[in-house]
């Protein structure tokens, strides 16, 4: 709707402020606004809240994402003519490898449960949305008195961070919390990755700074490259 996209574009130019500043893009953020936005002007619709709050997280995404590629265009010493040309040649490629590779990946593994595609951010957008919906009588009392809780909680452990001795210490309460709607498959491999980047940064700190991202990049590609091949085998 134009409310959607004229929104869409104010929380963009937000975002992207955010992210030159603090170097972190708020797209879940700029979304939670939408949601409480359309819960007002569509009350208990959640598929309107959705397709509302998911045009304006998409907006922003692609928004901040392509400051940060004229960001890393410009340290490389590329033009913003030649950035424009390359993200136009690049976006019909990119909608048109979607447009494949999704049906065939979805298929094959499905989203969520045991082995599917899983997506943190997408249960907390959901869950927020129906919250919107029902009201907070749509949940147990118990789970108000777990917000509360955690809340307070995430509040010390940030705040903790940023002290000088005991911060390197402290746990991340947004690691933490993804860590509790992401699979444990997923979650096991990297505590495994990040031990072992550890490990190898005490033994030979020169080399893990050259040799630790392309071997990360490595492996993120491959898994993908792997499970689209497969997705694309298996399709009738």
Do not use: C
Request: overall charge positive; cysteine-free.
């Amino acid at each position: 709707s134009f409310v959607s996209v004229f929104l869409s574009l104010i929380l963009m130019l937000v975002g992207i402020r955010v992210l030159g500043e603090t170097n972190w893009a708020p797209i879940s953020a700029m979304a939670n606004v939408m949601q409480a936005v359309f819960a007002v002007l569509a009350p208990g619709h959640v598929p309107i809240n959705m397709i509302g709050s998911g045009m304006s997280g998409a907006v922003a995404a692609n928004g901040e994402h392509l400051m940060q590629d004229y960001r890393a265009g410009k340290i490389v010493g590329s033009t913003n003519r030649n950035l424009t040309i390359l993200q136009l040649i690049g976006v019909p490629i990119g909608a048109l490898a979607v447009a494949v590779a999704y049906p065939l990946v979805r298929a094959k593994y499905g989203i969520g449960g045991e082995g599917g595609l899983s997506s943190p951010i997408s249960v907390k957008w959901a869950g927020f949305a129906e919250l919107l919906s029902k009201g907070f009588g749509a949940l147990p009392s118990s789970a108000l008195y777990a917000l509360l809780i955690a809340l307070v909680i995430g509040v010390v452990l940030t705040l903790l961070e940023s002290h000088p001795r005991v911060g390197r210490w402290i746990p991340s309460p947004t690691a933490v919390g993804l860590g509790m709607l992401i699979p444990g498959f997923a979650v096991v491999p990297m505590i495994i990755g990040g031990a072992t980047q550890f490990v190898w940064q005490k033994v030979s700190p020169r080399r893990e700074e050259v040799y630790n991202t392309p071997l990360a990049s490595g492996f993120i590609t491959g898994e993908a490259l792997v499970l689209l091949i497969l997705a694309a085998a298996a399709f009738r």
